[in-house]
């Protein structure tokens, strides 16, 4: 260390980024620079990097619209097979309800004519 007079004061160096310490066993800090990293990705350019993630969203897009598509013609086909079923079960309900009214209208035109079921069977 060096001995200095009371009024002397150490100049503080001064440098791009600010003050510069003295203490000469401190680094100079700089960019981290992966080592790790595929050489396809550092050298790529942003802009390289940007249209490939645009076309990759396009891409998901379309595959999104095909399913979309895909998925609405299984639901119309699901829905035409619902109707189609509920007119089937309609169109017995009401013969069995036509079957129905028709033997008692029978039945009632025998009561009528004096004959009964145990006489006619």
């Avoid at 980024?17 to 700089?30: A, D, E």
């Avoid at 790790?36 to 998901?60: C, Y």
């Avoid at 007119?87 to 008692?104: F, G």
């Amino acid at each position: 260390m060096q001995s200095q007079s009371p009024g002397q004061l150490n100049a503080v160096g001064v440098s791009k980024t600010g003050r510069v310490s003295g203490k000469n066993w401190k680094t100079q800090k700089t960019a981290t620079v992966r080592s790790n990293l595929p050489n396809g990705v550092k050298s790529r350019s942003w802009e390289d990097r940007k249209r490939k993630d645009t076309q990759l969203a396009a891409v998901k897009a379309l595959q999104k619209e095909l399913q979309d598509e895909k998925k609405a013609e299984i639901q119309r086909r699901r829905e035409i097979t619902q109707e189609r079923k509920e007119r089937a079960l309609e169109r017995q309900r009401l013969e069995e309800m036509k079957a129905k009214m028709s033997a008692k209208k029978l039945a009632r035109m025998r009561k009528r004519q004096g004959r009964t079921k145990k006489i006619n069977g």
